[in-house]
Structures are given as structure tokens and as C-alpha cells.
């Protein structure tokens, strides 16, 4: 009879040399966990960081969409240069994180000190945030997906008054005014010049509009115990809040791990990625 015996495994964590048992380790590493990820759609692989690892800020200076996202570990750390940190996608330094598919994504582990980061030199200054994406399995074909959709809305107009509304302001002003100085200037607007106006337009109303956001992502893994393949495809389409704004964006990623004889081993990742984006003037003086 087989007596049942649970043991604890050592948590194994990605560093700039490798993986190393995380008690064996005198640095500081954070691993994020992504199994619940799912029940929080995020439109960037970066917001997968929010709010998860200790020192680490994620923000979006913008809010129109396709705007990038701003990461900072343990706050900003040049004056003159750039403070974000060096993004690692499978081994490869430099990635551009924002064509990555949040659905494709496996581990991140995000590396904070000298001596976690000295493998990537001065490129690791700011931190280094290592993404490993999904694989194929021997287990046979296994399909994924994984889709959303939702609309954007304003939460809060501000409360304006209308062209007749405004005209009165204005008149009661001028009243003011002529009972301050003593003086009988004639009021902008007369009785029939407002009752004519109506109530003009309403311009919050003419630039914003019920916005719908989707995401479908489809993933397809598989082979044996020699060929692993992976296989994703992902489309996601943010209409923006005001009329003209908007962003697409289409990612098709393979990965293949291929094992040669007893003694060879390769790999490939690849992706390729078209985004989008439709900007409005929004963020100037006027």
C-alpha cells in the first residue's frame, strides 16, 4: 500500500543569468503572478503590472486609446534620461512591450538591483522586467479563447449653461457692472435676441459619444515530445470617447521549439504585429 506524501517545491524564479531557487537569491526579484488574469481585461501587456509587484508603477499618461503606458521601478531614477525600465521578451532585450498580446503572455519577472541586472549592463539602470510567452506542449493540441467587449462612456459631463442661460450671465453682468461704476452701457443681449437663441449647442454633447472596446484572442498549442508549437492570433479595436479617435491593432505569434538527436535543441519566436492609431488634437491650448 502507497502512503500519500506531499513535499513543497523551491519557487523558481527567471533572473539576468538564468532561473535561481528564489530563497538562494540576495537580490530583489518580483514574480507576477498571471493565473487570474483573465478576470481583468487590460488593453497593454503592461497593465498586467498594475498593481502586483511591490515598487513598481504603472500609469497611462493618456486616456485616449493605443496611448502607451508609463513604467517606473522604485520611482524615477534620471533627471535627463529616460527612467523606464529594459524590457526582456524571450531572451531578447529591447522588445517592444506594447506589441505584445497580454494573452501570450506565461511569467513576468521583474528584476530591481545591481546585481540581478548586471548581466544587461547600463541598459539595466532603470530595472528589467522579463516576459517569457506561452509554448507548445507535448501533450497534444490544446486551443484557447479568449475574447471581450464592452463600451466606454463618459462618467461625468460638466453641467454647462446654454446659450440663453449665458446670455442672461452676461446681461446680469453688465448690470453689475453699471451699478458698480455708476455708468448706463447697454446690455449685450435683448429680450427678443435671447428668446431667439435657443439653447444653442451643446458641445460636450457633439464631441462625445458611446465608444464600444473588443478583444478576441485565439491561441493553439501542441506536438510531441520533439516538435512544440504555438500558434496565436489576436485582434483588439478601442473606439475612442471623442468622435474621431480610435485604435486597432493585430498581432500573429509562432512559436517552435524543435529537439535534434540527444544533444541539440533550437527555438524560434516570432511575431508579427500592425497597430493603428487615430489620434485628436486634444492636449493643446486650443
Same mark, same amino acid.
Do not use: C
Given at each position: &500500500? ?5 513535499? !513543497? ?15 538562494? +537569491? ?15 481585461? &487590460? +488593453? /497593454? ?10 515598487? &513598481? ?7 485616449? @486609446?493605443?496611448? #502607451?503606458?508609463? =513604467? ?6 534620471? #533627471? ?13 532585450? /529591447?522588445?517592444?512591450?506594447?506589441? #505584445?498580446? @497580454? *494573452? ?16 544587461? !549592463? ?6 528589467? =522586467? ?5 509554448? /507548445? ?5 490544446? %486551443? ?6 464592452? &463600451? ?9 449653461? $446654454? ?22 452701457? @447697454?446690455? @449685450? ?20 459619444? *458611446?465608444?464600444?472596446?473588443?478583444? %478576441?484572442? +485565439?491561441?493553439?498549442?501542441?506536438? $510531441? ?16 470617447? %471623442? #468622435? ?22 533550437? !527555438? ?13 488634437? =486634444?492636449?493643446? *491650448? !486650443?
Amino acid at each position: &500500500v502507497l502512503e500519500q506524501d506531499i513535499t !513543497g517545491l523551491n519557487d523558481i524564479v527567471i533572473v539576468g543569468y538564468g532561473t535561481a531557487r528564489k530563497k538562494d +537569491l540576495t537580490g530583489s526579484v518580483a514574480s507576477v503572478s498571471l493565473n487570474d488574469q483573465e478576470k481583468t481585461p &487590460v +488593453l /497593454g501587456t503592461e497593465q498586467l503590472l498594475q498593481g502586483r509587484a511591490s515598487g &513598481v508603477q504603472v500609469s497611462q499618461n493618456q486616456s485616449q @486609446p493605443g496611448a #502607451i503606458f508609463s =513604467v517606473r521601478i522604485r520611482g524615477t531614477n534620471s #533627471i535627463n534620461s529616460g527612467s523606464s525600465p529594459l524590457f526582456v521578451v524571450d531572451g531578447y532585450a /529591447g522588445a517592444s512591450v506594447g506589441d #505584445i498580446n @497580454p *494573452s501570450d503572455v506565461l511569467s513576468i519577472d521583474i528584476l530591481k538591483d545591481a546585481s540581478a541586472t548586471a548581466i544587461y !549592463g547600463s541598459r539595466g539602470a532603470n530595472g528589467v =522586467v522579463i516576459i517569457t510567452t506561452k509554448r /507548445g506542449s507535448s501533450r497534444g493540441a490544446h %486551443i484557447t479563447l479568449d475574447a471581450y467587449t464592452g &463600451v466606454q462612456r463618459v462618467a461625468n459631463k460638466f453641467n454647462l449653461m $446654454d446659450a440663453r442661460e449665458f446670455a442672461n450671465y452676461l446681461n446680469t453682468l453688465q448690470t453689475e457692472t453699471n451699478d458698480l461704476n455708476n455708468t448706463n452701457d @447697454p446690455l @449685450p443681449y435683448s429680450t427678443a435676441d435671447i428668446a431667439a437663441m435657443g439653447k444653442g449647442t451643446d458641445w460636450q454633447d457633439a464631441i462625445f459619444h *458611446s465608444a464600444p472596446i473588443s478583444n %478576441i484572442s +485565439l491561441g493553439i498549442s501542441g506536438g $510531441d515530445d520533439d516538435t512544440k508549437n504555438y500558434l496565436s492570433f489576436n485582434y483588439f479595436d478601442q473606439k475612442g470617447i %471623442i #468622435i474621431g479617435s480610435d485604435y486597432r491593432r493585430g498581432i500573429i505569434r509562432y512559436n517552435l521549439d524543435q529537439t535534434i538527436g540527444k544533444r541539440f535543441k533550437i !527555438g524560434a519566436s516570432s511575431q508579427l504585429a500592425y497597430s493603428y492609431q487615430n489620434q485628436t488634437t =486634444v492636449n493643446t *491650448s !486650443g
